[in-house]
């Protein structure tokens, strides 16, 4: 796990170091030491801590203009012992909403296992951003993962997408073509 690092092809475009909007701005990041781990395994010193100890993340691209951002996971997703969702959505999401950010897109394909243990902050996020016309997705969760998600019927609060080709597009037209996606999606399941 130590040679999976964040996608750093936008880091010219946005760095959440930099910007005085992230909570995590003022972070500074070793490429030697290894020190945070997820169960016995050291992982990247490029990823973000926010709380959880199995999950980690790192913001990709937030757009405040666009109200848009890009967060890619790394970890164990455990909403049973560790309640992960209520702190991503405390420690982080809240705090990019709070800026104008109504669009979100989770990369979840390190996501190594999904536990669930209830839809609360999942439904709680969802109705904020229905209110404010947004919408978040997670894209390309693992198999075991999405089939986890999907017997809880998270999806119905966050949907599921497969966009196994975004690192190839500039953040916003990542953000387009997954708006386009999701469209496509919700009026097919109509």
């Known amino acids: 796990m130590h040679t999976v690092e964040p996608f750093y092809n936008w880091q010219h475009i946005y760095s959440s170091e930099l910007d005085q909007l992230s909570p995590f701005c003022g972070r500074s990041y070793s490429e030697f030491e290894f020190s945070q781990t997820v169960y016995n395994y050291y992982i ?18 937030a757009d405040y ?5 890009i967060i890619e996971l790394l970890g164990e997703w455990n909403d049973a012992l560790e309640n992960d969702i209520m702190l991503l959505k405390r420690e982080v999401l809240e705090k990019f909403m709070d800026q104008g950010i109504v669009y979100f897109i989770l990369i979840g394909e390190n996501v190594l296992n999904f536990h669930f243990d209830g839809a609360d902050y999942y439904e709680e996020w969802k109705e904020e951003l229905d209110e404010k016309g947004g919408w978040a997705v997670c894209l390309n969760l693992s ?6 998600f ?7 609060f966050l949907p599921l997408l497969a966009l196994d080709d975004w690192r190839i597009y500039k953040p916003f037209h990542l953000f387009k073509k997954t708006g386009l ?3 496509s999606l919700l009026l097919h399941s109509d």
């Open 44 to 61: 990247h010193p490029q990823w973000d801590e926010f709380g959880s100890r199995t999950l980690y993340l790192k913001v990709l691209m």
């Open 150 to 156: 999907q017997k809880a019927r998270l999806d119905r």
């Open 181 to 183: 996606v999701l469209a």
């Open 65 to 69: 203009e666009e109200h848009y951002m």
């Open 143 to 148: 198999i075991s993962s999405s089939l986890e």
